[in-house]
């Protein structure tokens, strides 16, 4: 089946939007990183049935998965179901979802030559199936909240290839950044390029905003952070608004998101991003000095937090939504929300962000 990216439904709450281009809101809009996942049962049915990345390679599936805490709760955003993990796929990595264990690349990037075998050249036809449950997404909504596109970062992304799945060290890829600093910067230039073109298709297929998830930043100090992380961060959001424009494509919010790098709010802000996600390391007023008037901030609730009594997660939201204030803020956690999340908390949650300002 073809999906067509055009006649999409009138979008009826544009909250989200308005609060990241820095308009005023009705109230404060809420979304949740992984709120599609584990902690509801019926994906965990999804699951039972279908490989993870069977559900991201069918637009049906992917689209189902997508509605269903949109079904369950308030919420002001959806977010593709995808992995970021889907570009290394593309450019030829094979990526396996192993349950108990998580992502593993079974022939990661061992020594420097290993990056000749990264196929770029078609790569986003590849990722076609991404942009088709972005359009049919689209059209299921109804126009009920925005759509997110994502992608994951080029640090990121080199991590995981390097090391073969995740890592509590990323020592094998900081290795790469000391050891083959200028292989380093062809690789992860290779990977901007990918994703400005991946980004760039999710616009043209339906995204109405989209996120860049730097996961892996808590892994490299802060002058590796600003090496070998915010110039390509920066490329991404420069290239993509340059592609758009050129294509006479309106342009959408874009996010960053650099878990574990909060000691660079100053350089994130000066990267053109309308949005900086916070993880939840950092104080919202402290964030808010840092940054200025002029940049949304989203976050940060610790993902921790919602395993505690229902009043002391009013409570801890309350404090949070107002320390953000009104203005120019996207609730949401510091992180993603973890698989034994209780379904109660996520509606309480949800629910305290948006009267946290009626009394």
């Known amino acids: 089946m073809q999906y067509q990216p055009k006649n999409f439904p009138v979008l009826k709450n544009d909250n989200l939007l308005r609060a990241a281009r820095g308009d005023k809101v009705d109230r404060v ?36 998965v997508t ?21 290394p796929q ?21 020594d ?63 290795s790469w950044l000391k050891d083959h600093s200028e292989e380093s910067r062809n690789l992860l230039s290779l ?9 760039v298709m999710q616009v043209k297929a339906g995204a109405q905003i989209l996120q860049v998830f730097e996961s892996s930043a808590e892994y490299i100090s802060k002058e590796e952070f600003i090496e070998f992380a915010l110039p390509y961060l920066k490329e991404i959001r420069i290239k993509t608004q340059e592609k758009l424009n050129k294509q006479d494509i309106e342009l959408v919010p874009m996010v960053v998101f650099a878990k574990g790098a909060m000691h660079s709010l100053a350089e994130m802000s000066d990267l053109g991003y309308d949005v900086i996600g916070l ?20 976050g940060n609730l610790n993902p921790q937090d919602l395993y505690k009594s229902q009043e002391e997660i009013r409570e801890l939201t309350r404090t949070m939504v107002r320390k953000f204030g009104k203005d120019r803020y996207i609730a949401n956690l510091g992180h993603g929300i973890t698989p034994q999340t209780p379904i109660e908390s996520m509606t309480t949650f949800v629910d305290t962000v948006h009267s946290a300002f009626d009394d």
């Open 29 to 64: 809009p809420v979304w949740v990183m992984r709120q599609a996942g584990r902690y509801l049962p019926e994906f965990r049915e999804v699951r039972a049935e279908s490989d993870f990345f069977k559900v991201c390679r069918t637009p049906e599936l992917a689209v189902e």
């Open 67 to 87: 509605m269903q805490p949109i079904r369950r709760f308030d919420l002001d955003a959806s977010i593709i179901f995808s992995d970021i993990l889907v570009i």
């Open 90 to 110: 593309a450019l030829g990595m094979e990526v396996e979802m192993r349950p108990g264990h998580g992502p593993v690349f079974p022939e990661p990037l061992q």
């Open 112 to 174: 420097i030559k290993d990056v000749s075998r990264l196929n770029a050249d078609g790569a986003i036809d590849r990722l076609k199936y991404v942009g088709d449950a972005i359009t049919l997404m689209r059209h299921t909504l109804e126009g009920k909240v925005p759509l997110f596109g994502f992608t994951g970062a080029p640090w990121t992304l080199m991590g995981y290839m390097i090391e073969g799945g995740g890592s509590k060290t990323m020592s094998k890829a900081r």
């Open 191 to 199: 990977l901007t390029d990918v994703i400005v073109d991946y980004l």
């Open 279 to 298: 993880d939840w390391t950092v104080d919202p007023e402290e964030a808010r000095k840092i940054v200025g008037p002029n940049v949304t901030l989203q």
